[in-house]
């Protein structure tokens, strides 16, 4: 016995030794490519003559910038570095000019917007910019009309779908009695629609009525801005538009309609133009030396649902107080940043967090203009309030000033299961948010009475930061959303524009504008939450089996954070 044992043992100092070196090493290897990436990011080799660049749309242009350890080489580009790239290159003679491939085009119509802007001002080098794509929807189209050439493949197989416009939007009022889940939503404004899926079977008048008006504004856009580009007739263009003509389609009929420049196989038309360099965006690096100023503006990013505490979910984009503040106290603190624009693009979240964070931005000494996006909506708008001036897209969605509680019961469910849910309590609405306890018409009072604090607090903020008597501000709100060209005219921004146009008013507002540099602030992510992040299934797994411990239970039950208080900033 005492020889098995001792085997036993030997072997399993040897496995231990042997996993401990095998780490170790790993861990060295690890470090040296580190190393070797950091090293290799300096070398950068300007750009060859006669090259192209090549902007490929299937790619993810995310507005956020993150910094991680493990990022520092990353050939990874963000929207705002994308739309500098192009206008850096604009000037550069090594570059003869753009080729944007469009199939999978991941940008929005805001996006797009911008983005044509900034290929109109490259046109002005009379480079040509080529764009080419199997598959054509009208985010796409609106995209290459911006282009000198449009080419598709000659193939009845290409995919060309443009029309007016469909939404479908779910109702699960019937699947959730049938699961027998039951969901309260209080909200405060007739307009306030988010979470009336759970409870309706269909549309409500007010949300069909806001979002019909929003889509037909979006699509005159769309008309306007196509028929502007291709020089074509509007009324003509619209009726060819919405009569189905173009839907389920190939390159062929766009091609006879005029809207695409000709029919040929991309390898066909790049040696009939003897194109020959090719770099892609991310690759470029510039034969011009840029030049770098002491006046700085920061672009600080607001991306993503607002949260009180960070999502443990690594997938998951979260504007949190610590992230932002910790981000806005760097630009505040640098003496060489002497303006801030805040690119908010966020449908909204917590309440406390879009109010902790609105303060934040109120505070700071410097001039804070915000650049809407694709989005600012109800806590998006509310954290934009605080900005001195705020600028968005004829696209972006703002406005949806309301505020909204869900509170889900699982009585019926846990029932049908056969789970007895007990419940023990002292005091008068201990049990408000309770998953099983009956929704009465007190409660509900008092979550509406809740909900109306935080409405008129919402309503005050606007009124204060946007200069509007608090009547002309109760008349556009109610959850109402709102398009940019909307939103100019009942006061909610102060001017049309994109990032660009943001950045540069605020350059010249700050007598800075022929001399400044523009800066972005990054988030910041660290080994300790990125390990988290990545180790969360099996934190999960592991939660999950300790729960047939009774003092993990009691531990779970005394957590604060399955307290809370149900209250959203979110839109539609």
């Not at 070398?43 to 790619?59: E, F, H, N, Q, V």
């Not at 790239?85 to 996006?111: C, H, M, P, W, Y």
């Not at 307009?191 to 504004?217: C, H, I, P, W």
């Not at 001036?389 to 509680?405: C, L, M, Q």
Request: glycine share 4%.
């Amino acid at each position: 016995m005492f020889l098995i044992s001792w085997i036993l043992s030997f072997f399993k100092f040897v496995i231990r030794e042997i996993s401990s070196m095998i780490i170790k090493f790993a861990f060295l290897i690890f470090l040296i490519i580190l190393a070797f990436s950091y090293f290799d990011k300096n070398k950068k080799t300007p750009i060859a003559k006669k090259s192209y660049l090549k902007i490929d749309l299937s790619k993810e242009y995310n507005e956020t910038l993150v910094q991680s350890p493990f990022n520092f080489n990353s050939k990874n580009i963000n929207f705002y570095q994308l739309l500098n790239n192009i206008a850096i290159s604009k000037n550069d003679s090594n570059v003869e000019g753009l080729i944007i491939f469009l199939d999978d085009n991941s940008l929005s119509r805001t996006q797009i917007s911008e983005l044509g802007e900034v290929l109109n001002e490259f046109k002005t080098s009379h480079k040509p910019i080529y764009s080419y794509s199997a598959m054509l929807d009208n985010n796409s189209l609106l995209l290459s009309s911006y282009s000198n050439e449009v080419i598709m493949p000659p193939a009845a197989s290409t995919a060309v779908n443009i029309t007016g416009y469909n939404k479908d939007i779910p109702y699960f009022k019937n699947l959730t009695e049938k699961l027998g889940i039951d969901v309260t939503v209080v909200h405060v404004g007739d307009f306030k629609t988010y979470g009336e899926n759970y409870t309706r079977d269909q549309m409500s008048e007010e949300n069909r009525a806001d979002l019909k008006r929003v889509l037909d504004k979006s699509y005159s856009f769309f008309v306007d801005d196509l028929a502007k580009n291709l020089s074509l007739d509007q009324n003509t263009l619209n009726s060819l538009v919405l009569s189905g003509d173009l839907m389920g389609e190939s390159s062929s009929t766009l091609k006879n309609n005029k809207l695409i420049s000709s029919l040929k196989y991309w390898e066909d038309f790049k040696k009939e133009r003897e194109i020959e360099n090719i770099t892609e965006i991310e690759n470029y690096t510039p034969s011009i030396k840029e030049s770098v100023s002491n006046q700085k503006i920061a672009i600080i990013y607001a991306d993503g649902e607002i949260s009180y505490t960070a999502s443990k979910n690594p997938t998951s984009s979260v504007i949190t107080p610590d992230k932002f503040i910790s981000a806005l106290d760097k630009a505040s603190k640098d003496d060489s940043i002497k303006g801030i624009v805040i690119r908010v693009n966020s449908p909204g979240g917590s309440a406390l967090a879009s109010d902790v964070i609105c303060n934040s931005i109120k505070n700071v000494e410097k001039p804070v203009y915000v650049s809407i996006g694709s989005v600012a909506a109800s806590g998006g708008y509310y954290i934009s309030t605080a900005a001195k001036k705020i600028f968005a897209d004829k696209n972006s969605i703002t406005g949806s000033i309301g505020v909204v509680s869900l509170i889900p019961n699982f009585k019926e469910l846990t029932d049908k299961v056969g789970v007895n849910v007990n419940d023990i309590s002292l005091g008068k609405f201990s049990d408000l948010y309770s998953l099983t306890a009956p929704m009465t018409p007190e409660r509900r009072e008092k979550i509406y009475s809740s909900n109306l604090k935080v409405y008129n607090e919402f309503l005050n903020k606007v009124a204060y930061g946007r200069n509007l008597p608090l009547k002309d501000v109760e008349n556009i709100a109610q959850g109402k959303i709102w398009l940019g060209e909307e939103a100019i005219n009942n006061g909610l921004i102060d001017s049309i524009g994109g990032i660009n146009k943001t950045i540069k008013t605020l350059a010249t507002d700050l007598s800075i504008n022929d001399n400044y540099s523009v800066v972005e602030i990054p988030y910041e992510e660290d080994l300790k939450s990125m390990f988290e992040s990545t180790l969360l299934p099996i934190q999960t797994l592991f939660s999950l089996k300790s729960l047939t411990d009774s003092k993990n239970i009691k531990a779970l039950i005394e957590n604060e954070d399955m307290f809370f208080k149900p209250i959203l900033y979110l839109s539609f």
